[in-house]
């Protein structure tokens, strides 16, 4: 049995930096997965959403990448061609300006290598460039492998939780079967004891004395325990706890048929209710519809 619930967290090292990825679940009622990657990841989100369908069948799944890219300063150079255009550029507009009359500052050396094109990457780092791409798919090729070993820890952390709560979920059947059998057993008490209740109230409205028909008293007692019987209800609980119980051994997913199966525990509890007329039944099977609920909301998060 697993759980819908975890969290798995896993974080790595490659030429181009660090990573990250985390990875949460919380309950749903199929399999959703949502990513968020940086920028020139978005084309792997496919293959990795296969993994995750894989191996999970339901859950929303929140997989989240970061990244800590390693990022040095490129060389410098100086462009002579674009400084020498730059040089005589600033001679021919010093000259113009002192023909007109005008006073101009010289130009610094600040701002002639600020000028547009005179510094400019070393041209050798065009090349290092090229295998900027193979580059960043090692890192894909990395990072997906971090994915899978993230998704590992993840089924194992559902896995872990799928555990507790399968002690709680047959602790829950355990209390239902223990009222299925109690409920038998006032069915039958009570069943023993109509024949005299039915005999004290028809006395109590004829009258202390009043003689009772002991054939009407049959045939009403008849009526009477067909509109009582709660053995088919009784019946059906005790197939629905065995069938619980072997969902609660089966290979996941089992949530869907769990949430179904508590819904049809439900009905024959409310059956029962309506039909106990005993107060000792009636409070058996309210205990019973709250064991039923619990064992709803656990089940609300299995897988």
Do not use: Y
């Not at 600020?114 to 460039?129: F, I, K, T, Y």
């Not at 939780?161 to 038998?184: H, K």
């Not at 009784?234 to 197939?239: V, W």
Request: net charge negative.
């Amino acid at each position: 049995m697993r759980s819908m619930t975890g969290f798995a967290a896993v974080d790595g090292e490659a030429a181009e930096g660090g990573w990250r990825w985390e990875l949460r679940s919380v309950n749903g009622r199929g399999l959703e997965v949502r990513f968020r990657t940086p920028s020139g990841f978005d084309h792997a989100e496919a293959g990795l959403r296969a993994q995750v369908g894989a191996i999970f069948a339901r859950g929303t799944l929140t997989a989240a990448l970061s990244l800590n890219e390693k990022r040095g300063t490129p060389p410098l150079q100086i462009n002579h061609e674009a400084l020498e255009t730059v040089i005589a550029a600033a001679k021919l507009a010093g000259a113009r300006a002192e023909a007109a009359g005008l006073n101009v500052t010289p130009m610094s050396i600040a701002a002639l290598i600020g000028a547009r094109g005179v510094l400019e990457a070393d041209a050798g780092e065009s090349d290092a460039a090229s295998g900027d791409d193979a580059a960043r798919a090692a890192l894909l090729q990395t990072v997906a492998a971090g994915f899978a070993e993230a998704l590992s820890a993840l089924a194992q952390v559902r896995e872990q939780e799928g555990a507790r709560l399968s002690v709680i979920l047959n602790a829950r059947l355990d209390e239902i079967g223990d009222l299925i059998a109690r409920a038998r057993a006032a069915a039958a008490d009570r069943a023993a004891k109509a024949p005299q209740l039915l005999a004290e109230r028809v006395r109590s409205v004829l009258g202390a004395g009043a003689e009772v028909d002991p054939g009407r008293l049959a045939q009403e007692l008849a009526l009477l325990a067909v509109k009582a019987d709660v053995t088919e209800e009784l019946d059906r609980l005790e197939a629905h706890l065995a069938a619980g119980r072997d969902l609660l051994a089966a290979p996941p997913p089992v949530g869907r048929k769990l949430d179904f199966l508590t819904q049809e525990f439900n009905r024959e509890a409310n059956t029962l209710c309506a039909k106990s007329q005993d107060q000792s039944l009636t409070e058996i099977g309210l205990a019973l519809k709250v064991a039923i609920d619990q064992l709803r909301e656990q089940s609300a998060n299995v897988e």
